[in-house]
């Protein structure tokens, strides 16, 4: 199976806070590698799709919200390679646009309840799913663990490959939304120390991302910054408002649930003075603009 993965232009990122603090910012832009298999999901399945592939697998099996960008990418990904599919959804049914796009792409939807959907990390969740859909490939929630890390650090590849075109001869640092924290850990380990990566934190910190940073990546290389204004999901007007405003100023679309709350976060330590005034920054746009319909 040849999975190559698309260029993500790198671009800079023009906005009235940045020249103020003094910062340059290129944005990585994973919203343009394709329509449907958007974002850092392209690189979180790709090394799970070669697996499934490898294996003879006939369907892939993974989990996620009633607005998961991950689900919407598998379900694409599993009807462009071939792959039947089967999403495993928190709560109880409801009819949005990311959930029809899902039935009309052919997956098979399960819906957990909330209680079932925190059981989700429990010794033998998966047993009753793999006796259901026998040879299947499972994914875990957003496409996390080893395999979707290894399939992040091809990210870093990307941006240094373009930095000459901007005119740099290198940055200081990555910046970047964390939902899961794999494609934070996928960054970690491809820049083995040479530069850090900030990693702002779309849900609490109680969610385990840190955790599953430390146990895919180690403890060094990176920082964790909150950025969840009050829970996963949760946007207000004030982030609505710097969405709009950053797109109107950029030109760039943004979703509120993750890369508007990182961008939000980078502001607010730039107009802290926390940055160095010439100070170079990767912001990675992890795409995900299909869920902007469920609030929008």
């Not at 910012?25 to 974002?39: C, E, F, K, Q, T």
Request: proline share 5%; aromatic share 8%; glycine share 14%.
């Amino acid at each position: 199976m040849y999975l190559n993965l698309p260029q993500a232009p790198l671009q800079i990122l023009d906005l009235p806070w940045l020249a103020n603090a003094k910062i340059e910012l290129a944005i990585l832009r994973l919203d343009l590698i394709d329509p449907l298999i958007s974002g850092n999901k392209w690189f979180k399945l790709r090394h799970h799709l070669q697996q499934a592939h490898q294996s003879g697998a006939p369907g892939l099996i993974s989990l996620g919200g009633n607005h998961s960008n991950h689900l919407h990418a598998l379900a694409a990904a599993g009807k462009r390679f071939g792959f039947a599919t089967a999403g495993l959804l928190r709560g109880h049914p409801q009819d949005t646009p990311t959930v029809r796009d899902l039935q009309a792409m052919g997956m098979e939807l399960h819906w957990l309840g909330y209680g079932g959907y925190r059981a989700r990390h429990d010794p033998g969740f998966w047993e009753p799913w793999q006796a259901r859909y026998r040879g299947w490939h499972c994914i875990p929630e957003g496409g996390g663990g080893v395999a979707g890390a290894e399939g992040c650090a091809l990210i870093v590849e990307q941006a240094r490959s373009q930095l000459s075109a901007l005119g740099w001869s290198g940055y200081d640092a990555w910046w970047l939304a964390a939902g899961t924290g794999t494609t934070a850990a996928g960054l970690v380990l491809a820049e083995a120390g040479e530069h850090a990566v900030h990693a702002a934190l779309a849900v609490p910190m109680d969610h385990g991302v840190p955790a599953t940073v430390a146990g895919l990546a180690g403890s060094q290389g990176y920082q964790l910054h909150d950025a969840c204004r009050g829970g996963f999901g949760k946007f207000d007007d004030d982030l609505l408002a710097f969405v709009a405003e950053s797109e109107r100023h950029s030109g760039v679309p943004l979703e509120a649930l993750y890369t508007g709350k990182a961008l939000l976060a980078l502001r607010d330590q730039a107009e802290a003075g926390l940055l160095a005034p010439g100070t170079r920054l990767i912001f990675l746009h992890t795409g995900g603009l299909q869920g902007r319909r469920g609030y929008l």
